[in-house]
């Protein structure tokens, strides 16, 4: 059932003898004043239907260790010490000075509670009321579009430790498949969760172990190939043929009958990098930089620096990518906004639906390139979409076809500007994107109009700010503490709730008349 906070203070009441200690205007001081008015225990109703049994620990406390928590980035543990010990902490969640604190799984069971419901999120929709009823978005009619890599919580892992691993975990999670691993699967002792003794520098030694496990990983998903399997179950096989089948591939000279394998010398388009996370992704921000993890996409109101949404997705896949999950989060936007964003947010297709729902995209076009170094663009072309064709500098005129491709091929020999143009043997050819016009349009805009220009570089540093802070000093929240998408994104979530509290108070929230005010 759920617990309920005591209205009395106690003798010992950590902010009646200490209080004064507290910094004015911190997190923990908004706190300990306004907590029960934040997080309300009807807020938390739903989590805990019955009226009978042990109660929990009371919402207001435990939203408000969850958002301190993630604020200094803790672990559960760090947590529960910080309030049993720091008086600040004590003072925030309304405890008497020699309360002991609570078991660390308290807020492992909050967070599954919250993780399981409907509205996972609800304490940073509770900030995002507040910032609401303050009126500090009051009048902001810019949005601003980012996203960050957050690493993983888990080691990645190679080809050869996925299969021991996945094989390991049908036989835990799957009745029966212990016995059919043991009698048929020789490849390693799966009772050993390390690698097998072989010598690693030897090619052929490494070539027969890759074969030995995929062929035991397919012989344990052919055995249970016609058995019911629900559950953890079934998504242990599953993950077992995803691994099997993602990294590997006939060895040369095979037909992939033969039982021999060999580690892909190229990889599998979303490939899972972990069978502890199968949902983390490799992921590269930049081309210099590689992460494995996640992405946290966010949306920023630039003039305060305060969080109006966010999401965690995996790294990699068309569904995840940046203008497809920012205009998602823009969804609820309802006025005509000016959105903001960095060239990952200016396909045609987002920028075509940030026009059609009323909003201007100020968003860097990304850079164009030519076959030949220093040589004509593709807005060198003229493009005449009522008449279908396109023309090339020289003057030429070629139809677009039904793919949107144009051939210019013989046309090329001869022409006194090919060395500026293509330097294949078939000549210049284009492909046109579906909102080829669109594109066009924001490249020159950006390159006419200097306010364009002036408003993106006048909004984007305190957007990188917010980034920043999000991360935390040095990055060190850039490391997930949790594992899978969901986890993830109550962390997300609930950090962003944090900042926004931060940042508010240092905008001047107050409490006036039973309302929310920013002075």
Known sequence: MQGAGGRDPDLMDARALVGHLVPAGSVFAFLAEHRREVFGQELFADLFPSSTGRPSLPAEIAASVLVLQTLHDLSDRDAM??????LRWKVACGLPLDHEGFHPSTLTYWRRRLAASKRPNRIFDAVRAVVTESGVLKGKTRRALDSV?????????????QLIAAIRRVGREVPGAAGIITARCRAHDYDDPGKPAIAWDDKAAREA????????????????????????????VALLALVAGQDVEPAEGSDGTDGRWRIARKV?????????????????????????????????????????????????????????????????????????????????????ELVGRGHTAII????????????????DFVVDEDAGTVTCPNGVTRRITAKRAVIFGVACRGC??????????SGRSLRLHPQDAVLRQARRDWRDDEELRLAYRRHRPMVERSIAWLIGPKGRCRKLRYRGVDAGDLW????????????????????????????
Not at 81 to 86: G, I, K, P
Not at 416 to 425: A, D, H, I, Q, V
Request: aromatic share 2%; with cysteine.
């Open 492 to 519: 997300l979530h609930t950090r962003m709730a944090g900042l926004n509290l931060r940042r508010l108070l240092t905008l001047g929230l107050a409490r006036h008349g039973g309302a929310w005010v920013v002075a």
């Open 81 to 86: 010490q910080a309030v049993r010990c720091d």
């Open 209 to 236: 172990l890759v074969s030995a496990l995929v062929g035991d990983a397919l012989t344990l998903v052919e055995a249970l190939a016609d058995t019911e399997l629900e559950g953890k179950a079934a998504e242990a």
């Open 364 to 379: 860097k076009p990304g850079p164009l390139t030519s076959p030949v170094a220093g040589g004509f663009t593709i807005d």
């Open 149 to 161: 890599v957050l690493d993983d919580a888990v080691a990645t892992q190679d080809t050869i430790t």
């Open 268 to 352: 599998a388009p979303d490939r899972v990098i972990s069978t502890v996370d199968p949902e983390a992704r490799h992921v590269h921000k930049t081309v210099h930089h590689k992460h494995d993890g996640f992405k946290g996409h966010v949306v920023v109101e630039p003039d305060t620096g305060l969080f109006t949404d966010g999401k965690l997705t995996q790294a990699s896949g068309p569904d995840n990518h940046e203008a497809v999950v920012g205009l998602d989060l823009l969804a609820g936007e309802d006025s005509p906004l000016q959105v903001l964003g960095d060239t990952a947010y200016g396909t045609g297709d987002a920028r075509a």
């Open 416 to 425: 006194p500007l090919r060395e500026r143009c293509s330097s294949g043997k």
